[in-house]
């Protein structure tokens, strides 16, 4: 094949295959170049960056729900690779894309209300907040191991960022350089791990990974004696570590705190769910590359159980850490710590049911793991934003983020207490709330699994108790917000019911009720985008 | 259309004070209490309903040509003639159904020489076409007969249907219903004028009532009730016309009820006063006792009749739907049940015409058990033995109450529906009913000779004259019976009218050892009582009673006491064994001469016996007056020309089929007496009347009236009949005796099993309880809850320490980094298989 012909044949493939199926990226790249350019052209003033921010958002929401149309009309799930097997598009990558699309929708709509990026920095705010989108989006659809570490960093680099934008202030500053070491950190040992793990299986195609770890344990006797699988064990271990980091899980969280602490609440919470969200993206894309093949098993149970661990520490970590804090952006950053733990057990679960010798026979109940760790997302998408955004509206009016700062709210804003308990009750995971269909969804995949593997069985019960954990800090918030006397000097909260930040907040706080009412709105959906992971291909 | 325009009229007579109450309740609540505003309403209502009663009462008459009046005149001639008895019992028995009923309305066409004398049969079948103009239209011309048509019902309203059984506010208008009807508007208006005058001391923001006590001794004081009494009396007044109208049995009990706490509201009118509600309650309690066997009748009737109503339900066709109480049992040409000889048991009439109904026939005892069951209702509300002794402790109400209530309507309904119902009675319920009658009426006279207060006196003389009414009904005088209960409506009513003229003036004293010589005082209501008392009295002018202006020396109770004597004289010849049915009517006809004169002497006769009393009592204005005397020209007068007058007429217009030819006796049963055999005896029966008439009025007048006589003495040396009689027979004690006590015993057995045994059982599961939860605490609050504050505890000093860990510092972070890979490859190597 002459060279030519190779590259009309990448310029065919880029834009008649690719490009489409990228539509929802360009979107949101498109929406940074009109951002810059306005303020270029100096039009700012006639057309708001935070305009063009939702129109941005909401054009990639609608490009993302026709690429779901598309999908879903068809009967058998379709899983495409495109950018020369960079990429892979399924309904899972769709769904992450809507999935962040609405919430970008939500982020921006929730920053135009608090008027956190002044109109001076606007552009440059939302200009990082769609690069870490776009990094997120692609870490959710990537199908290489270079993809992995390239997405991981485009979505990371704008987050440092956008952590110390509070420019000025000391702690903003601190925290955004203790993540961004800490990130560097993180990103060497999953270099270090992605070349490890190329390295011995020779591709890093991640659909030919399973494939190849087959056949290094066919070789040899398939256990850590075998030095090839020695050395694909540690890099995998690297790599998920460098994950762990995305994902905060114990013991590789702690710049969560801190850069919660120092970032703005808008911040937090976007880093709290989005970045989750692509990481868990590419944590459930990595796993499904890792298993499914003949022989590497009891490799993959194990990872599985390791997952649990880490899911246990997680979670039992950042709940007990919750406790004493008085921040209250910290407290939702041991929260976020612990709720990742609960996200893991549905990896974990779904790691040790493909993994088992039972195999396809429970191919609906791996589904199903994967259906409870999309509903959950999409049902902490909106608790988490909607504590955050009371903690932004009340910050607007006291300067503070303290539990101080919300003592006898009540008595000034009803709706924001009332918004606040919906959401911290749902957190909880009580009925009748999202959070709770949530948990049942994933604690009952997490019993499935503990059928083949009995340490699940150690990480159900570890999950329970912590939910019970749990109740106490979030009581505790809701107690002092609804039972206590406002301080005298403290500063009002006038926030008047008719306006719309409690317009904001109140839709919010409906769609968590919602989601515990009618869980059927979203599980179907989330269940067509499980099935294309096309689990034991 | 004059069905349609008599059911209009009367229907506004009837609703127009139900109006008057609600407004006069509402409005008497929020306004004034010093307006007189209430009681003019209520008097203008009931004006309205007199007018259009009366109004009713003419157009019905002149529909039929008063073919009434006419009638009884043909038939008065004939029965002078003594050659009238042949044609009645040729005539065929009552059709059951519209066939048979258009058969004999041809058949009663052909002996057009008496077809008058063929309408009392007649009536049944009239009954049966009323419903449809177009039929009866054609009757009038086969019949040739201008009084074809005196009975109108139908129906107002349909409330409910269970299954079969239909529940509706019906009509039934013929003769009694109108003169009731009239009657009944009239007395209550004049009441409600006289009412105006004797209520106005309540005419104030604080009444002070001297009858009634708090504890500290002081009076009661309360706001006046002026208006409360009259939305009262307008809703009395309502029921009353709703009993008299209604067109079937169940209705009939509906405003039997109604009446019933009117007059429990009116009797316990001072509220206050422990007598009075105390009176109010055994009223009510007393008529319940009455309406239990009331509901019985009602339940055998539905039973096996399978209907409420009197008249046959016709559809627009004049075909019969439903038939009718009274056209389902079957009578003999002679008047007699016709009973099925071998299962003793009575074919059910109409049969044809009653689709829903199972029941074909029913037996003789159930007729009986219907019979008593809707007579008991009557004994109740009538105040017969044995349930009279409510009546007079219901004279704690104020006095116009009485008058109205407890005089000439509501205690007069039982008579009414006895009289209603009287073809659903068969001979032995008659029977029971003339022997209750009897003795109520001479064991209430000769309580009435003692009675020293003035309205005690007539409160037992009412119950006597009630007496006489059943009596007169059940001993086959129909219209005797409903003639005296007209007559005494009003004379009774004037005379408590009187008395409460009296009241008035003596500021509310009613002891009549107190008065004497109250004529010279208030000379109006002397003369008025005066003639009241003639008039119950029956006196009469010997040889100078007779037609046309003779009539102006017999009072109306000596027509209608005549009648039921003459009646009784009848029967008791007929039924020679039942002879006190006639002995003691006539003693207690002298009886009623007797303390009526001693009431009247005592009263207003005589020197001052209470100088206080005389000195401060006056005449009564002019509003009370006013009705005295109105009153007093119909009481004297109301029964002009007696038996061939135009009131007994009118009353016996529509009376049933059978009763004026009497029925013969069938195998040992009883013989009832016709109008012939009545009228053979009547000079004989009036005279033994008007003989104890005189001889009671001159005895009273011997003891009270000529002052020759020392009454004390007389009664030191009869002291234990006088303390017999005093204590009224001692009922109230025997029914102390024998209901209080024994469910008092009762009462306490049941209390104090409660309280032994189930109370018992309840402390004690409550105590076994109480222990259950005082361990249930301790073990909470020592064991879990000490478990869950050590889990508490124990996590959040795990959490705090935990905050060591995060020291801040980025250099350990990153070893953090190392470390956790270091430990977690050392996991894996641990765990992972080789």
């Known amino acids: 094949m002459l060279f030519s012909q190779l590259i009309q044949k990448l310029i065919q493939d880029t834009t008649e295959k690719s490009l489409p199926l990228f539509s929802v990226e360009l979107c949101l790249c498109v929406t940074i170049v009109l951002m810059l350019l306005v303020r270029l052209l100096g039009a700012d003033r006639l057309l708001p960056a935070c305009v063009v921010a939702v129109i941005g958002a909401a054009s990639a929401l609608a490009c993302s729900w026709m690429q779901y149309r598309e999908l879903y009309g068809a009967p058998e799930p379709v899983s495409t690779t495109f950018f020369t097997g960079m990429l892979i598009h399924d309904s899972f990558t769709v769904y992450f894309r809507a999935f962040l699309s609405l919430f970008l929708l939500l982020t921006v709509a929730l920053t135009s209300l608090t008027g956190i990026p002044d109109e001076e920095d606007s552009p440059d705010f939302y200009s990082l907040l769609f690069g870490a989108t776009i990094g997120m989006m692609m870490m959710a659809s990537s199908n290489s191991l270079l993809m992995l570490f390239l997405s991981v960093e485009m979505a990371s680099v704008p987050s440092y960022a956008m952590v110390g934008f509070l420019k000025g202030r000391k702690a903003s500053s601190e925290a955004a350089l203790k993540y961004v070491v800490y990130g560097a950190g993180a990103a060497g040992v999953m270099l270090y791990g992605i070349s490890l793990l190329a390295g011995v299986l020779g591709t890093a195609d991640m659909g030919m990974l399973s494939e190849r770890l087959a056949a290094a344990a066919a070789g040899g006797s398939g256990g850590l004696g075998d030095p090839e699988i020695r050395t694909a064990s540690l890099g995998i271990l690297l790599i998920m570590v460098g994950l762990a980091f995305k994902l905060s899980l114990v013991p590789f969280h702690f710049w969560c705190p801190d850069a919660f602490e120092g970032a703005s609440a808008e911040v937090a919470g976007f880093l709290s769910i989005a970045s989750k969200a692509g990481a868990f993206g590419l944590l459930v894309r990595l796993c499904v590359a890792l298993s499914g093949a003949e022989g590497t098993g009891p490799l993959m149970t194990a990872f599985g159980c390791g997952l649990g ?142 059928e083949t593997e009995p340490f699940m069985y150690v990480v159900l019960v570890c999950g329970g108790l912590n939910t019970v954990f749990s109740l106490f800090y979030y009581i505790r918030v809701l107690r002092v917000m609804f039972l206590e006397a406002r301080p005298a000097d403290a500063r009002p909260v006038p926030l008047p019911f008719a306006s719309w930040e409690s317009a904001f907040t109140l839709t919010l706080a409906a769609f968590v009720l919602l989601l515990g009412v009618a869980p059927y709105v979203m599980s179907t959906t989330a269940n067509t985008a499980a099935q294309s992971l096309a689990f034991f291909n | 259309m004059v069905g349609e325009t008599l059911r209009n009229l009367l229907l506004i007579a009837w609703l127009l004070p139900l109006c008057g109450f609600a407004v006069e309740i509402f409005g008497g609540f929020w306004g004034s209490r010093r307006s007189r505003v209430a009681a003019w309403l209520a008097v203008g209502c009931i004006a309205t309903g007199f007018v259009c009663s009366a109004s009713a009462l003419t157009i019905w008459g002149n529909a039929n040509g008063w073919s009434v009046l006419h009638h009884a005149e043909h038939h008065a001639d004939e029965t002078a003639a003594d050659g009238h008895v042949a044609h009645d019992s040729v005539t065929p028995p009552a059709p059951e159904t519209l066939a048979a009923a258009d058969a004999h309305a041809d058949a009663a066409a052909k002996p057009a020489a008496e077809p008058d004398a063929q309408k009392p049969q007649d009536s049944s079948a009239a009954a049966t076409t009323a419903h449809n103009d177009s039929a009866d239209h054609d009757h009038q011309h086969t019949a040739a007969s201008p009084a074809a048509r005196t009975v109108y019902s139908g129906t107002f309203y349909r409330l409910a249907t269970f299954g079969s059984l239909e529940l509706s506010l019906d009509y039934y208008i013929d003769s009694l219903t109108l003169v009731m009807f009239t009657m009944v508007t009239f007395i209550a208006t004049c009441i409600h004028l006289f009412a105006i005058g004797y209520m106005s001391e309540e005419l104030t923001e604080e009444y002070v009532d001297h009858h009634a006590h708090l504890r500290n001794g002081h009076h009661v004081h309360r706001p006046g009730r002026f208006y409360r009494f009259f939305a009262f009396l307008s809703l009395f007044c309502f029921s009353m016309l709703g009993l008299v109208l209604a067109g079937n049995i169940f209705q009939v009990f509906i405003f039997w009820e109604l009446v019933g706490i009117c007059s429990f509201l009116l009797i316990g009118f001072y509220t206050e006063r422990k007598s009075a509600s105390t009176a109010a309650n055994k009223a009510f309690i007393m008529n319940r006792v009455g309406d239990f066997g009331f509901l019985i009748g009602l ?337 004297a007068y109301c029964a002009w020309g007696g038996e061939q007058g135009s009131l007994y007429l009118l009353i016996t217009g529509d009376q049933p089929a059978y009763v004026s030819h009497g029925i013969p006796a069938v195998a040992g049963a009883l013989t009832m007496p016709g109008h012939d055999a009545v009228h053979a005896v009547h000079h004989q029966a009036g005279t033994y009347a008007l003989i104890a008439a005189f001889s009671g009025t001159f005895l009273a007048w011997l003891l009270y009236g000529s002052g020759k006589v020392d009454v004390a003495e007389i009664k030191r040396q009869l002291g234990g009949v006088h303390g017999f009689l005093a204590n009224k027979w001692h009922f109230d004690e025997l029914y102390d005796a024998l209901f209080m006590r024994p469910t008092h015993v009762v009462g306490r057995f049941c209390a104090s099993i409660d309280r032994l045994i189930f109370d018992a059982i309840l402390h004690g599961s409550a105590a076994a309880t109480v222990l259950v939860a005082k361990w249930d605490r301790a073990f909470d609050e020592k064991v879990v809850d000490g478990l869950v504050n050590l889990l508490g505890n124990a996590t959040w000093s795990a959490g705090n320490s935990l905050k060591v860990l995060q020291t801040g510092r980025l250099r350990q972070y990153v070893m953090f980094i190392v470390a956790g890979v270091v430990a977690l490859f050392g996991v894996l190597l641990a765990t992972f298989p080789r």
């Open chain 1, 309 to 450: 661990f880490v899911a246990c520490l997680t979670m039992t970590l950042g709940n007990l850490a919750a406790y004493g804090q008085t921040n209250l952006k910290r407290m939702l950053a041991y929260s976020t710590i612990a709720h990742a733990g609960y996200m893991v057990m549905a990896v974990s679960a779904m790691l040790v049911m493909s993994s088992s010798a039972a195999g396809a026979a429970s191919a609906a109940e791996v589904t199903r793991s994967m259906e409870g760790l999309l509903y959950y997302l999409f049902v902490y998408m909106f608790m988490n934003l909607g504590a955050f955004a009371v903690i932004a509206l009340v910050r607007n009016y006291t300067f503070g983020e303290t539990l101080d700062d919300v003592r006898g709210l009540i008595s000034q804003s009803p709706t924001l207490c009332v918004v606040m308990l919906i959401c911290m009750f749902s957190l909880v995971g009580l009925p009748p709330f999202g959070g709770f269909i949530g948990k049942f969804f994933i604690f009952a995949s997490t019993l499935k699994s503990a």
């Open chain 2, 299 to 635: 339940m055998v009737v539905w039973t096996y009749f399978g209907t409420f109503k009197f008249a046959d339900t016709v559809d627009v066709d004049g075909h019969v739907v439903q038939a009718g109480l009274f056209h389902m049992l079957p009578r003999a040409a002679d008047g007699n049940v016709i009973i099925n000889p071998e299962n003793g048991e009575v074919q059910i009439g109409a049969a044809a015409a009653n689709p829903g109904n199972t029941h074909k026939t029913i037996p003789y005892y159930l007729l009986v058990v219907a019979g008593l069951g809707v007579f008991a209702g009557c004994i109740g509300k009538s105040a017969q033995f044995p349930l009279q002794t409510w009546l007079p402790d219901a004279m704690e109400g104020p006095t116009p109450v009485s008058a109205l209530v407890h005089s000439a309507t509501m205690v007069a309904a039982g008579v009414y529906l006895t009289g209603r119902f009287y073809p659903m009675f068969v001979q032995e319920v008659l029977l029971t009913i003339a022997y209750i009658g009897c003795i109520t009426a001479f064991v209430a006279a000769t309580i009435a000779i003692v009675a020293t207060d003035i309205k005690k006196v007539l409160a037992y003389s009412t119950i006597s004259q009630l007496g006489y009414m059943m009596l007169g009904l059940g001993v086959f005088g129909w219209g005797a019976g409903l003639f005296h209960l007209v007559t005494h409506a009003f004379f009774k009513s004037l005379m408590f009218l009187c008395s409460g003229s009296v009241i008035y003036g003596c500021h509310h004293e009613q002891e009549m050892p107190k008065m004497g010589g109250l004529w010279r005082k208030m000379p109006i209501t002397a003369f008025t009582m005066l003639v009241g008392v003639m008039a119950i009295a029956g006196l009469a002018v010997p040889g100078l009673v007779g037609p046309g202006f003779g009539q102006l020396f017999a009072f109306s109770g000596f027509h209608s006491k005549d009648a039921v004597v003459a009646t009784a004289l009848a029967y008791v010849q007929a039924n020679p064994a039942h002879f006190l049915l006639f002995i003691l009517p006539l003693i207690t006809a002298g009886i009623t001469a007797f303390y009526m004169f001693r009431l009247w002497f005592y009263t207003f006769a005589g020197t001052p016996r209470d100088h206080h009393v005389y000195d401060h009592c006056h005449e009564s204005p002019l509003i009370m007056t006013g009705p005295l005397l109105v009153l007093s020209v119909l009481a």
